[in-house]
């Protein structure tokens, strides 16, 4: 029903972080069933902070050379993908909620304009089956404006280097993205850094969508532990009476209601409880 995409003009801001914790935020918040893209190669992106040879709740084993990208292509070229079959090349993350779609394994048998075709009817495909579809972007290399272009919403994640504040508000969005709806994420946030959310605003004139993910070293090193899924999913089913301003869990549960909203989801989904 809706393709977001997670996207930054700069290298090293976030994208896989924030492509990943709103993942699992909307998916445990949300009644909703959402698919996780990594467009690049296999082992990469998302899957970095999982553990390789996860058992999804389904109970069946999962082997990135029975699914995942290159499955989907070759359906695509026989004809034969569709809303039915494109769930059995996922992996399971959340059961009934949230479903990874593998990277790419064999890279160079198919040509940039094969690859943007299969991306193409994939998304339509998705599109017919999960709520949401979400494309990790940060290792598309030559796809990235091919993902920006089917997008109905994107991510744009940020940090607090002014110089590439400066790019983006001032050069980047207003010659390609302004007429595209949008949400900004500064990453790796710093509270106490003159670079806040109320400066940038007030710099730059910008009274769009914006929200922080802080800098939190618990979620760092589940990363590079590959347990991210374990640790989001803690924070995700934080009891809100607890949540602290300001914090992960709090920033993750904002991050999930505003990309929801730019989206329309929670527009569709309360018609939807209402039988509408």
């Not at 690859?115 to 998304?123: A, F, P, Q, Y």
């Not at 590439?164 to 390609?176: A, G, M, N």
Request: hydrophobic residues 35%; aromatic residues 8%.
């Amino acid at each position: 029903m809706s393709t977001i995409t997670f996207w930054s003009p700069f290298a090293g801001t976030g994208s896989t972080s924030s492509a990943l914790i709103a993942a699992y935020a909307m998916a445990l918040q949300y009644r909703t069933r959402i698919l996780l893209v990594n467009t690049g190669p296999v082992g990469s992106s998302t899957e970095a902070a999982l553990p390789p040879n996860e058992i999804g709740e389904t109970g069946s084993d999962f082997n990135f050379e029975e699914g995942g990208w290159d499955a989907i292509e070759r359906l695509h070229i026989s004809g034969s993908l569709n809303k039915h079959n494109l769930r059995d090349y996922t992996k399971p993350l959340l059961k009934d909620r949230l479903d990874l779609l593998t990277g790419r394994i064999n890279r160079l048998e198919r040509s940039k304009e094969e690859h943007v075709e299969t991306l193409k009817r994939l998304l339509h495909v998705a599109n017919e089956y999960y709520d949401l579809v979400l494309l990790d972007a940060d290792r598309a290399g030559t796809s990235s404006p091919v993902l920006l272009e089917h997008a109905d919403f994107v991510v744009v994640n940020l940090n607090q280097n002014m110089r590439d504040l400066e790019c983006f508000f001032e050069k980047i969005r207003p010659e390609s993205m302004s007429d595209q709806k949008l949400h900004v994420v500064l990453n790796k946030y710093d509270p106490h850094s003159r670079t806040s959310i109320t400066n940038i605003r007030r710099r730059f004139r910008y009274k769009g969508s914006i929200s922080v993910l802080p800098y939190t070293t618990g979620f760092l090193d589940a990363f590079n532990r590959r347990d991210a899924a374990a640790y989001l999913q803690l924070e995700g089913l934080s009891n809100n009476k607890d949540i602290r301003k300001g914090s992960f869990a709090a920033s993750m549960t904002e991050l999930a209601r505003l990309i929801m909203d730019g989206a329309g989801m929670r527009t569709v989904l309360k018609r939807l409880e209402r039988g509408a």
